[in-house]
């Protein structure tokens, strides 16, 4: 491989996923290094005068200031896009940095905003609090229920904001009719797709507008850095987002774009073996338990269209016990998982949503979206999946389950 033929859209389309995620965006320096090179540096220098000027005037191509480009970074942006079927990616700081960027960039006051009600709780927070500060309405509908989306449209309706599947009831979006009524009245379409990646779905296919991700999860894959991106057309990124954080300054490190270019070499790998293993486990579990949310077992209402969007279903399901009691007993008697509020890692981790990762909403509110006070998520890793049912079994049977 030559030294520029990682960037080169011409070459590297033709590729096939697994070599895109080890291979696109590589950028050789003169050294002919094989690992991509980590650039830390703020500022670049410049020949003469007029270079440096060109530049600024977009007139010639070129680093100017790593607010703006960076070549660890832009090797992370290409590889990002050349998975997700994408024109253009921009990376951020982390995966709410993203999902702010991707509403922020394209809103303005008197403007209205459709979001699923099932949401993490920070992107619940952008709709039920931020954006109505700016004076951006905003309603949230049931994402299951087609008919909602377009029934909660506005004349001033600009955008349409969900994930799928759903953090942490596991809800699942039909996307393509979503996009379908989005596309009909010319709103924008922005799916946060972190729980699948582009090694498990892509929403662009299915005629979504925006793609935005917490690249902390799946993609770093192992509990290490922040970090996020969103994707879309050159025309957007440049044109709506560029501006937005060229000027607000939500930028990645290079050095956390780097471990997040380590972690996409692997991303098809795990997704799908940690996917298979949350099914196994689901299925062991899932007689246990008064109720599962696993979008991989036939009983979740929306598996045959997980399934049918989706290549596998992921490594995350929640599952609920009643009550915070047993909830806690349960985490409390693990031996191998870890209590975590992360998702994605290659370890197995669980958490109790309603006091961690959506403690900040009101009672009424979580109520609304599913997240009780007896559920539980899981994040199921790479671990051997007999030892993790041996740990889930003794667990629960210490809870009485």
């Given amino acids: 491989m030559k030294k520029t033929t990682g960037m080169d859209r011409s070459i590297t389309s033709r590729w096939r996923p697994a070599t895109q995620a080890v291979r696109g965006g590589t950028w050789r320096s003169d050294h002919g290094e094989t690992s991509e090179a980590l650039f830390l540096t703020s500022g670049y220098t410049y020949d003469n005068a007029q270079t440096v000027a060109d530049r600024f005037a977009g007139e010639a191509e070129g680093m100017t200031y790593s607010r703006l480009q960076n070549p660890t970074v832009a090797m992370l942006e290409e590889r990002i896009a050349l998975m997700e079927g994408a024109e253009a990616c921009r990376a951020q700081a982390s995966g709410m940095a993203a999902m702010t960027t991707a509403l922020l960039c394209q809103v303005s006051a008197g403007d ?228 975590s509020n992360n998702i994605g890692d290659a370890r197995s981790l669980m958490c109790h949503p309603a006091s961690t990762t959506h403690a900040g909403m009101t009672p009424e509110a979580r109520d609304e979206m599913g997240v009780t006070e007896g559920l539980i998520r899981i994040n199921v890793g790479l671990e051997d999946v007999d030892d993790l049912k041996e740990d889930l079994d003794r667990a629960l049977s210490a809870a009485g389950l």
């Fill in 112 to 339: 209205h905003v459709v979001g699923a009600r099932a949401a993490f709780g920070s992107c619940r927070w952008l709709l039920d609090h931020l954006l109505p500060r700016f004076g951006i309405e905003t309603t949230v509908v049931d994402s299951a229920d087609n008919d909602a989306w377009e029934a909660a449209i506005r004349p001033n309706t600009k955008v349409f904001f969900f994930e799928t599947p759903a953090n942490p009831t596991l809800d699942v979006v039909d996307l393509a009719y979503v996009c379908g009524v989005a596309k009909a009245h010319d709103i924008t379409t922005v799916v946060d797709n972190a729980f699948a990646t582009s090694a498990l779905q892509k929403p662009l296919e299915f005629g979504a507008d925006v793609v935005a991700y917490s690249a902390t999860k799946l993609m770093d894959g192992q509990g290490r850095v922040l970090a996020g991106a969103v994707c879309g057309s050159q025309e957007w990124i440049d044109e709506v987002l560029l501006p937005f954080q060229r000027n607000t300054g939500p930028n990645i490190s290079p050095f956390n774009a780097w471990v997040v270019l380590k972690g996409l070499e692997t991303l098809d790998l795990r997704a799908r073996k940690q996917s298979d293993n949350a099914v196994e486990l689901g299925q062991f579990i899932e007689a246990r338990v008064p109720k599962m949310l696993h979008p991989g077992l036939e009983s979740h209402p929306r598996h045959e269209l997980a399934t049918r969007q989706m290549a596998a279903t992921g490594p995350i399901f929640a599952f609920d016990v009643g009550d915070r009691a047993t909830a806690f007993a349960i985490l409390d008697a693990l031996e191998l998982v870890d209590i």
